[in-house]
């Protein structure tokens, strides 16, 4: 497309995959400009086993992010979402986390999650899950239910943060992941696609970022 910076294409690609091969592989989408061995302008990666494409097509933007930007990830992050528009009510499930990198280069940590719902930036709500004691791989399995009005819905993200409990009952943060119309990457994605399918849980993994 010679057009600049929008561009609208219109092309399908068919890739043949067996079911069992959702689980394992990824998509991968990258822009390029025009000059020839040009270095990607930015690129996005999708997880097949987090989309429900058995059931349903996925569509959204991707958003992409520069490639040679380092993320510094300490573990990721299992979440399900889902808005009900008669109820006005945001379910936040928190399933579980893997590979968890504990703060200040400590050996072991007792983690547990922190969501925050943000209006403007500005916490309005915070609930948190129960503390796994000893565990880089913890599985929660908890729902949080936030009291939502359709109309701030846009006006409004998630901060999930991801903390490690203290003997003296402080709370070291481990890292943290940023969801909703705000939000780059998988944060805006899974926001989107929760609003593309109300009334049904989506769930995603995140990366979490450290703070």
Request: contains cysteine; hydrophobic residues 40%.
């Amino acid at each position: 497309q010679r057009s600049g910076g929008s561009a609208h294409f219109g092309e399908r690609f068919c890739v043949p995959l067996e079911p069992a091969a959702l689980e394992e592989n990824s998509l991968r989408f990258a822009a390029f400009g025009a000059a020839e061995g040009s270095a990607p302008a930015g690129a996005a990666e999708l997880r097949l086993c987090d989309l429900d494409l058995p059931t349903r097509p996925f569509t959204a933007w991707l958003y992409l992010q520069d490639p040679n930007k380092t993320v510094d990830s300490v573990g990721e992050i299992l979440l399900s979402l889902s808005y009900l528009p008669t109820a006005e009510r945001l379910t936040v499930v928190v399933v579980k986390a893997k590979n968890l990198v504990w703060s200040n280069g400590k050996g072991t940590a007792d983690p547990f999650v922190k969501v925050y719902l943000l209006q403007d930036g500005r916490k309005i709500s915070k609930k948190k899950t129960a503390v796994k004691r000893d565990d880089p791989n913890p599985v929660f399995n908890e729902a949080m239910i936030f009291s939502v009005p359709a109309i701030v819905l846009q006006e409004l993200s998630l901060r999930v943060t991801v903390a490690e409990s203290g003997e003296d009952g402080r709370a070291d943060a481990t890292g943290h992941v940023l969801i909703g119309p705000a939000a780059s990457g998988m944060g805006i994605t899974h926001w989107h696609q929760m609003l593309a399918t109300l009334r049904k849980p989506v769930s995603m993994w995140h990366t979490v970022r450290r703070n």
